[in-house]
Every structure is written in structure tokens, then in C-alpha cells.
């Protein structure tokens, strides 16, 4: 990338620290008069390494492991019929008081529903099986998999399913390839439904993800650790005696 910068009057700096300026071909000095000074002097002609850039820079992050994308509201009247009748009901679907129906929001009566999780081996099971086809895709209507009540696959990955213009590649296999996460992609269901309130989301959020990572990671709570070391058998001293002959 170039930069032309034209100034017709003076252009003033006032520096604390030292100036440097780098460049893999000259610096050229072109006007009627150049004037520069410094307390020690003016060096040219000094050759020295830039600073190398900041890490936000790099080309391939450091991350290197799973990636959770979480879907917001599922707004086709096709995909989520269920929400845009709770509104003609004026039924709010956090208020479980109301009996809302569900469509394909949020499980509201448990949190942590594992309906709501789908993991990357639960998603290529489906792509093994033939599920692989999104609404998008050209083929839809063709394959067996078209029906109006969209499978697992549409209802998560399906959310990320738009093409990006350079590589021309789903959004979803963009970021699993940039965060080296081929193989380890997962997708939490976050859709509310209209009228739902924001601090119920984060608060819902939260504890699916909390409910992920137990899932995933086999996290345990502390109360259970603890538990298990108290009852845990001391495993018997065992000695070795060998004999040199």
C-alpha cells in the first residue's frame, strides 16, 4: 500500500523521543531547502533493522485449539416458525409461565440442554451420512434432505453459512482454518426468539457455556474432586528388592 501526502504549508513535528525513519529504497529530499538538527547531530546513511510488527499483525494466530460458534436469532420464518407465532400469541418466550412454544429457540426450562450443543463430531456424522446440505447450497431442493423442518446441521452451522468473497469459502470453514481448528469446531444454539430479554440471553450464555466446556473438557466441580479424594483407598506400599548377582 502507498501513501501520497501533499501539504501545501508547513508541516511542524515536535518529538519527545528519536525519530526514525526506514525504508528499503532511499529517502529522498526534494524541495529548495531541507534543514535538520538535533542536539547531537543528524546521522544519514545508518542502516538498522524496523521494529518487527505487533502480534496482532502476524499472518497465522497463535491460537491453536477449539473454536465455539454461537448463533444469535434465527430469524427465517422457515427456520424458526415457532418465534414469530409466540408474537402473535404475545407470548415472550423467556416466560416459561406463558408456555411459549420453542420453535428452535433455547431450551428455557434447562439451561444446559445438550439439544442446544452440537458438537464437531456430532457435525460430521451428519456430513457422513449425507446431511451436509444447507439451504444455500444450489443442490437443496434436489436432495433427499429437503424438508421444512431443517436438520441439526442447518439449525447451527447453517447460521454461518454465508460465503466469503476472497477465498469463496463458508464463514464456518474460514475460522476453523484460520485458528488451526480444523477437526475441533463446535456450535451452541442462541436463539431467543423476539421479545426476549438481553440480561437472559448473557445469563443463558453463560451457563451453556459453562455447560460446553464440562461437556468437552470432562470438567468436574470442586465439591465432586473432593469428595472423590476423600474416598479414595490408599493404594498399598509397594517395595522393590533386586538383587545384584
Not at 86 to 97: A, R
Request: proline letters at 4%; charged letters at 25%.
Amino acid at each position: 500500500m502507498s501513501r501520497v501526502r501533499i501539504v501545501k504549508g508547513n508541516i511542524t513535528k515536535i518529538i519527545g523521543g528519536n525519530y526514525r525513519r526506514y525504508s528499503n529504497d532511499n529517502i529522498e529530499n526534494i524541495g529548495s531547502k531541507v534543514i535538520q538538527t538535533g542536539k547531537d547531530g543528524v546521522w544519514y546513511g545508518v542502516n538498522g533493522e524496523p521494529p518487527k510488527a505487533p502480534m496482532l499483525n502476524f499472518q497465522e494466530p497463535i491460537l491453536n485449539g477449539d473454536v465455539i460458534f454461537c448463533n444469535g436469532y434465527l430469524s427465517s420464518p422457515k427456520k424458526n416458525p415457532g418465534s414469530y407465532l409466540n408474537v402473535i400469541m404475545d407470548k415472550v418466550p423467556d416466560d416459561i409461565t406463558q408456555n411459549p412454544l420453542r420453535g428452535v429457540n433455547m431450551n428455557e426450562k434447562k439451561l444446559t440442554d445438550d439439544v442446544d450443543i452440537y458438537t464437531n463430531d456430532e457435525l460430521e456424522m451428519d456430513n457422513r451420512r449425507g446431511g451436509g446440505t444447507l439451504y444455500s447450497d444450489p443442490n437443496y431442493e434436489t436432495t433427499e434432505n429437503y424438508r421444512w423442518i431443517f436438520a441439526a446441521k442447518e439449525k447451527f452451522e447453517g447460521y454461518w453459512e454465508g460465503y466469503d468473497n476472497v477465498t469463496k469459502k463458508r464463514y464456518s470453514q474460514v475460522f476453523k482454518e484460520y485458528f488451526h481448528a480444523l477437526g475441533n469446531a463446535h456450535f451452541i444454539n442462541g436463539s431467543h426468539g423476539l421479545q426476549s430479554s438481553g440480561a437472559h440471553r448473557v445469563e443463558h450464555g453463560i451457563a451453556q457455556g459453562y455447560s460446553w466446556a464440562q461437556r468437552k473438557w470432562n470438567i468436574k466441580e470442586k465439591s465432586v474432586i473432593e469428595d472423590v479424594k476423600e474416598k479414595k483407598i490408599p493404594e498399598p506400599l509397594v517395595i522393590h528388592h533386586s538383587i545384584n548377582l
